[in-house]
């Protein structure tokens, strides 16, 4: 071999270890040992520029004590309160844990979770709902709003929780709760501000179809205090379907950090480790219900009977959403996803009960390379899909590796998920506003 070949190998292989190591370079300690490892060129491009991708990081790692006691330690990349993305579909998470807690707070005999509940029509372009074909019952009831909404990320059962609450209890019991940068303002129907601010009458009804609770409609007359102007891209594309040459104003839109919702999770899947003020007033049957649609799959659930090729199981999955659209048996993943306006966002728990480790990842990341906001072309499918399950499947093989002091058997708090029944004739939901 010539000298001049030996030289040029030599700046090959140092250009290759320069590039590699510029990833791990801007990240601290334990990203930059764990993203490393990635070697997709795709991934490692989103990782070399943050600024573009507006990516955020929070990975929580989980240690046990000799009593099996859960401590949690986390680590945060760009994660802060004004790095603003929009939480999309995130948002259902805190509402369907406001909901159960509502009823649970309302403490009247005959009104649960399963109850069936019907929306009026009080105010300009509010829709009334009286039936849901997708439930068993064909009746709407908040259980089954959560199902749809953590099943496959539906939009409305989100506006129709939003509409029992109303959207001054909403804001003001996560302000109470410590998630200060919570700011929902707006349901998924292209509402005006002000129509957002007025919520449906609602009425509850035994199973004869008897009147059990009549709850009047609310109108939120709180302000909201709004930050800096959030301006993000170059151009976009109003309500009026006009091309704008300005960025997009996300000012007004929905708003929760990562970190908040990264603690919401946990408020719920391990509830006394967090402060009190943080945590949600549940009962434990509706905590395990929630832990139970978090994690369950389309596939082995029977209402709503969603098509399992359209909506496979790791539809919702971000961080393990590969080829094979399934995950295996012994992992389950208790998580909320949301997508929109270029925005990809994944807030999950993972559960390994066959090689005994948890831990919590959550991660957003900003996908549109032509810069024009609202025109429904964003690189979902071949930047951001990848980089989620990318650095997913980082964080899980430094999970299995990772040394433990203590490592107990591992049980999950779900003892028993849905299974769909084969002799279902049915057909399948293929199509779904979410």
């Known amino acids: 071999m010539t000298s001049i070949m030996k030289n040029t ?20 300690a334990p990203f930059n040992t764990i993203l490393s490892t990635i070697q997709d060129s795709v991934t490692k491009n989103v990782l070399d520029n943050p600024e573009k991708y507006r990516y955020q990081l929070v990975y929580t790692k989980i240690d046990r004590d000799q009593k099996g006691t859960p401590h949690f330690t986390n680590y945060t990349f760009n994660a802060n309160d004004n790095n603003y993305f929009n939480p ?19 403490n009247l005999p005959g009104i649960n979770k399963f109850t069936t509940i019907q929306f009026d ?69 292209g509402f005006t501000e002000d129509q957002n601010r007025h919520s449906n009458g609602v ?30 891209g170059d151009a976009h594309w ?36 967090v402060p009190k003020q943080n945590r949600f007033n549940l009962s434990k049957e509706d905590r395990l219900f929630l832990l139970q649609y978090l994690s369950q799959y389309p596939s082995e659930t029977n209402y709503p009977k969603y098509d399992e090729s359209t909506f496979y199981d790791s539809y919702v999955k971000f ?10 048996k012994h992992i389950r993943v208790f998580n909320k996803v949301g997508w929109a306006y270029g925005f990809l966002t994944d807030v999950s728990y993972v559960l390994d009960t066959k090689n005994n480790i948890d831990y919590m990842l959550s991660a957003t990341v900003y996908v549109n ?23 997913g499947a980082a964080f899980y093989a430094y999970e299995l590796k990772r040394p433990r002091a203590f490592k107990p058997k591992l049980i999950n708090q779900v003892r028993q998920y849905e299974k769909r029944n084969p002799k279902d004739t049915r057909p399948s939901i293929l199509h779904a506003d979410n």
């Open 9 to 28: 190998l030599l700046f090959v292989s140092l250009f290759l270890m320069i590039k590699t190591n510029k990833v791990a370079a801007q990240l601290s």
């Open 88 to 106: 999309a579909s995130m948002v259902k998470m805190p509402l369907a844990f406001l909901s159960l807690e509502k009823l649970q707070e309302m």
């Open 121 to 189: 029509s009080s105010y300009q372009r509010q829709v009334a709902m009286y039936a849901d074909s997708s439930a068993e019952s064909k009746k709407p009831s908040i259980a089954h709003f959560i199902k749809r909404a953590f099943l496959i990320s539906e939009n409305d059962p989100y506006n129709r929780m939003y509409q029992f609450m109303g959207q001054g209890p909403i804001n003001q019991k996560l302000q109470e709760k410590g998630y200060g940068s919570s700011r929902i303002t707006r349901q998924f129907m």
């Open 203 to 232: 009425r509850f009804l035994d199973s004869n179809g008897q009147s059990l609770l009549a709850l009047a409609p609310q109108y939120n007359t709180d302000s909201f205090k709004f930050s800096a102007p959030i301006l993000i």
């Open 238 to 273: 109003n309500s009026k379907d006009e091309l704008i040459n300005a960025p997009y104003d996300f000012t007004k839109h929905n708003n929760i950090s990562l970190m908040d919702m990264q603690k919401m999770l946990q408020a719920v899947v391990f509830p006394a480790s």
């Open 319 to 328: 961080f393990f959403q590969d080829s094979t659209h399934s995950l295996p």
């Open 369 to 391: 390379s032509d810069g024009v906001v609202n025109d429904s072309k964003y690189d979902e499918a071949t930047v951001g899909f990848p980089f989620l399950k990318n650095i």
